[in-house]
């Protein structure tokens, strides 16, 4: 079945707390980021709808702000800007447990973390730099083009 062929969203990306695991050890997270690119309605706005619509007809049930998916609460943040948009299109592929999935990239995790700036990234950031094999080159890219170099200096050095 395919999201992208019944308008749901265009593509995806696993981030946040439970994107780091696949980089570092396991992070305390209650819910699975998924990203998402939504189609825009006809007066140019997105929209959530159509995707909560498929996931009910699934049988699946909305719990605050996520919706519980074999049991896993599952938030789904629209891309919100083009650190995020950049970080969808380079999405790596897995595979974890036979499922194929894509993961947002750590050196996105980490600028995403420092452009949101919240106490959690910043440790998300420092256990990325410590743990994480990142491509130092392409992150610098990634800092730079967003503009986050400075913030990357302030949280790590």
């Known amino acids: 079945m395919s999201w ?10 696993i981030g946040g707390a439970m994107a780091a695991t696949f980089y570092t050890e396991p992070f305390l997270t209650f819910d699975l980021d998924v990203f998402v690119v939504l189609p825009r309605t006809p007066g ?14 699934r049988g699946y049930t909305e ?17 919100y800007n083009s650190l995020v948009e950049e970080a969808l299109n380079q999405a790596q592929e897995i595979t974890y447990e036979d499922v194929p999935a894509r993961v947002l990239r750590s050196e996105h995790l980490v ?5 949101t700036g919240r106490s959690k990234d910043r440790e998300r950031v420092r ?24 913030k990357w200096k302030l949280w790590t050095e």
Do not use: W
């Not at 074999?70 to 891309?79: D, K, S």
């Open 44 to 57: 140019g706005l997105l929209t959530l709808a159509p995707l909560y619509d498929a996931l009910r007809a």
């Open 63 to 79: 719990e605050n702000e996520c919706v519980l998916i074999e049991g896993v609460p599952v938030q789904f943040l629209p891309a």
């Open 127 to 150: 256990i990325l730099h410590e743990q994480a094999k990142l491509d130092m080159n392409f992150l610098a890219e990634v800092l730079r083009r967003h503009q986050l170099e400075e």
């Open 111 to 115: 600028a995403i973390s420092l452009q």
């Open 4 to 13: 992208n062929r019944q308008g749901v969203f265009s593509r995806y990306g």
